[in-house]
């Protein structure tokens, strides 16, 4: 076995710390913040701290924070050395030591990849939980903190009594208007602490939201291996991604930030547009495709569009049914980008499961694709492909697939669902027992004739013909 990789030179002045250092933190920020000092500069240097687990600790730690980003292109892989981070930090070893390395005033910028559990909310009400173990936790023991607003808060606190400017939160997490989220839970934490600290916070702290969006694969024993025999090292951390990268970031960052376009991030006044154009345009055609194409035969998304008449959907689905949907984002080319996501979409070295990308679709149906139906229902046109997307979702759930075989259907509503497609006999009567579940479809869907009408149709022919044949007579 060779040594391990290792930095050449002096590491980069800290200037950003960022909770949560999992492959998606690597593959993105990382990578940016490298290519952002690579071509001017700056003290942007990454202290990673881990919320939880020593793990990315251990793989960098004796690297010197050093690590290999692996591009998976069609055509090969791109291996590159990423110097960006500087040390990792587990926070439960030592909460003071994160606290106090956010309240150095060399830090301008704290960013986040925690997840949406990280962020100890109710997703229903958008509201801080504060009796979740963690925040109650935090506001009981208020120095040595154990979520991130908890840790955030008492950052700010430092700062605030030193004198020192704050920090810009930057939420890097996959999530809706991540900025105003991100605000919403520091200011809970800190009003359940201090109302003065609260308001200090309010009128002083920038949270500009974000959009994000690359794809990277889990790494494995075997990426490992190959990773080693490529670069001549043994690199225990690793990531793989797709060579496609979107940023775009809402430019408002009072103490400075990183020359992020460099690595390919945008920025701009508002990321609302952008993030109904990848909901729409992205997750919705790449949920269409994970159940048309799991029940067609299909195991990944690149198996399903390599398939003609699916590609020829996604062209179509795009260009009919939910691009006129879409508001224009600024600076954005949204043909442009519908065909960069078919491109995507196709490329064999990413092997995205279509039977993952269909978990959990009682949740991700009502924002994927039925904002788009209701949008386009409301211009007075019925959204035929979409519907099929959803009779494709109801067949799915069925939990039978084309071939008699068990389909393993992972939702949080898999009981119900079931159940409710039990307990009809008709393809008609099915649809109408899935189109009373009010938690995904709502109270407004299931009583517009021209849908049920559109799903009903889609589902029998999904029964009768197939998805193949279904998706090839919604093309004629």
Avoid at 416 to 440: N, Q, T
Wanted: glycine share 8%.
């Amino acid at each position: 076995m060779h040594d391990r990789l290792k930095r050449d030179g002096d590491a980069p002045k800290v200037g950003i710390v960022h909770l949560g250092p999992g492959a998606f933190f690597r593959a993105f920020i990382a990578v940016c913040t490298d290519a952002a000092m690579t071509a001017s500069g700056g003290d942007w240097g990454i202290l990673a701290v881990s919320l939880k687990s020593p793990t990315a600790r251990d793989q960098l730690g004796p690297q010197g924070g050093v690590f290999t980003a692996v591009e998976l292109g069609p055509d090969g892989e791109t291996p590159r050395t990423i110097g960006s981070v500087t040390d990792v930090l587990v926070a439960p070893e030592d909460p003071a030591a994160v606290v106090a390395a956010m309240a150095d005033p060399t830090v301008k910028i704290v960013s986040l990849t925690v997840t949406e559990k990280g962020y100890c909310h109710n997703p229903a009400t958008g509201k801080l939980n504060l009796d979740h173990p963690d925040i109650a936790h935090d506001l009981a023991a208020p120095d040595a903190p154990r979520s991130a607003p908890g840790m955030i808060v008492a950052a700010l606190e430092a700062r605030r009594a030193a004198g020192t400017p704050p920090f810009t939160v930057l939420s890097c997490d996959n999530l809706p208007s991540n900025g105003p989220l991100v605000r919403g839970m520091v200011l809970d934490f800190a009003h359940a602490r201090d109302a003065a600290l609260a308001a200090w916070i309010d009128d002083n702290v920038s949270f500009p939201a974000t959009m994000v969006d690359r794809i990277t694969p889990a790494t494995t024993g075997e990426d490992l291996d190959r990773i080693e025999t490529m670069i001549g090292f043994r690199d225990e951390g690793p990531v793989v991604h797709e060579p496609f990268i979107q940023w775009v970031i809402e430019d408002d960052f009072p103490q400075g930030r990183p020359d992020w376009a460099a690595g390919g991030a945008q920025f701009v006044n508002s990321v609302e547009a952008h993030e109904t154009m990848k909901l729409r345009c992205l997750n919705g055609t790449h949920s269409t495709l994970a159940y048309l194409g799991y029940l067609a035969g299909h195991q990944t998304i690149a198996d399903t569009v390599a398939d003609a008449p699916f590609a020829a959907l996604c062209q179509r689905l795009w260009r009919d049914e939910i691009l006129p949907t879409v508001p224009q984002p600024e600076g954005e080319d949204l043909p442009a980008y519908c065909t960069a996501l078919l491109e995507r979409y196709r490329n064999p070295a990413i092997r995205h499961r279509t039977w993952q990308i269909a978990m959990d679709g009682s949740q991700k149906l009502p924002q994927r694709i039925l904002g788009t139906i209701r949008d386009t229902l409301a211009e007075g046109r019925v959204p035929e492909g979409l519907c099929l997307a959803v009779a494709g979702w109801m067949r799915y759930v069925g939990g039978v697939d084309e071939n008699g075989e068990e389909i393993d259907v992972r939702d949080p509503l898999a009981k119900e669902l079931r159940a409710a497609l039990d307990a009809a006999d008709s393809p008609k009567d099915k649809v109408a027992s899935l189109l009373g579940i009010e938690a995904v479809f709502g109270d407004d869907l299931p009583r517009d004739q021209r849908f049920r009408d559109a799903v009903t149709a889609a589902y029998r022919s999904l029964v009768a013909n197939g998805s193949r044949a279904t998706v090839e007579a919604y093309l004629a």
